[in-house]
């Protein structure tokens, strides 16, 4: 039976939730229909369960989806991480630094030396906050909910599912398999077995 670790982005990201239904209710009904019937077990960490919560609300907080998704956080203090997989992350950390305080002195040189920038300085400060944001964080994991939700599928040796790239990116140096977000219904429709069968669904 294979094991599923879902990220958030499977219900919060618009692109990816709209596989299962049209709003809240029926995404939550649309999935766990599909899981329920699925030959597979499906884990969320704690700390993305209270994420989905803070950014869906209280629909995803039910017995019905908890039946269906088991939460569990990953056993961080007797889980082995390769070392090289930190030291990737630290030399990541450190390049993605230099390229924000190189954006950082590009944009103090925009302003001039009095302030005098044909450019409004509201205007100024969002563009270097986007460029800012970007560097450091587009591509890397860059919360705790992020880092549970790797440590757990690799924990578990389950599919992790998501849609965000960096989460792709360091699940895969880990040798976490990977399930595109997008697929997650068609997979699921796959691992449905038939009345009176014990194989899948063709």
């Not at 039976?1 to 692109?15: A, E, G, I, W, Y």
């Not at 599919?159 to 880990?174: R, S």
């Not at 997650?184 to 009176?196: Q, T």
Request: hydrophobic content about 40%; aromatic content about 8%.
């Amino acid at each position: 039976m294979r094991k599923f670790v879902l990220d958030t982005s499977v219900f919060t990201n618009p692109d990816i939730s709209q596989q299962f239904g049209d709003d809240d209710s029926t995404v939550l009904s649309g999935f766990l229909s599909l899981a329920s019937q699925a030959d597979a077990h499906f884990y969320m960490p704690l700390s993305a369960y209270k994420e989905l919560k803070q950014i869906k609300g209280s629909v995803f907080f039910s017995a019905d989806f908890e039946s269906i998704v088991h939460i569990r956080s990953p056993r961080k203090f007797t889980l082995l991480i390769p070392g090289s997989v930190l030291y990737d992350f630290i030399d990541e950390i450190r390049k993605r630094i230099d390229h924000g305080l190189r954006i950082a002195e590009e944009h103090l040189k925009l302003a001039g030396p009095n302030g005098e920038n044909p450019i409004p300085f509201d205007q100024l400060v969002n563009r270097l906050r986007n460029r800012y944001r970007e560097a450091l964080r587009q591509g890397i994991l860059d919360s705790r909910e992020d880092v549970d939700v790797i440590l757990l599928a690799y924990e578990l040796e389950a599919v992790l599912v998501t849609a965000d790239e960096g989460m792709k990116k360091w699940a895969d140096k880990m040798g976490v398999e990977i399930l595109n977000a997008s697929y997650l219904r068609d997979c699921l429709k796959k691992l449905i077995k038939p009345e009176g069968s014990g194989e899948p669904v063709p």
